[in-house]
């Protein structure tokens, strides 16, 4: 079966990722997609990264009842869980560009969570419902753009080169 993105835009220059079913919290997943969500792929796994060691906490702004304040962004938290399949994922849409034939700079375009099925737990515990996400992920190649006043600037240097090389011909024929 395949799985139908909700990101609908062109497929040139792009890669995606889906993890289906993952069995970690919807909430924090959305709280770390927000924070990823138009940054680079390196940005995102040195991130990751550092929530898994406990070195960088997540800004919570949506789900914020019962985290604590952390130091320069309030209210936080350390989903490590989170970060450790979301890392897999970025890894595996990294892996996806390459195969693609896309380059290393990459930019996060589409980064969502939605809750999947929430089937019960076996054994003793009743009325108990698991936590399951389903994040889909699409990359897309950072094309780097020169501006138009250096298209112009390098122009006029071909231009003068160009002049100065005619102007020693007509000397060298003199």
């Known amino acids: 079966m395949t799985y139908k993105y909700s990101y609908q835009k062109s497929e040139e220059n792009t890669a995606r990722a889906v993890l289906l079913d993952a069995p970690i919290s919807t909430k924090q997943s959305i709280e ?3 924070k990823l969500r138009t940054k680079t792929v390196e ?3 040195k991130f990751l990264e550092g929530v898994k060691k406990k070195e960088k906490a997540v800004k919570y702004t949506r789900f914020t009842e019962g985290a604590g304040h952390k130091k320069g962004i ?3 938290k350390y989903p490590i869980k989170t970060a450790g399949y ?3 994922l970025v890894q595996s849409a990294e892996s996806n560009a390459t195969s693609k034939g896309l380059g290393s700079d990459l930019k996060i375009v589409h980064l969502s969570a939605q809750r999947a099925s929430t089937p019960w737990h076996q054994g003793r ?3 108990r419902k698991m936590k399951r996400s389903h994040i889909e992920l699409v ?3 950072i094309t780097h753009k020169t501006s138009k006043k250096q298209e112009s ?3 006029e240097i071909q231009n003068k080169d160009t002049k100065e090389k005619q102007a020693e011909k007509k000397e060298d024929k003199k």
């Open 125 to 127: 515990l009743r009325r």
């Open 139 to 141: 990359v897309q190649e």
């Open 86 to 88: 979301i890392l897999k």
């Open 153 to 155: 600037t390098k122009q």
């Open 32 to 34: 770390v997609c927000s």
């Open 74 to 76: 309030g209210p936080g």
């Open 43 to 45: 940005y995102a796994k």
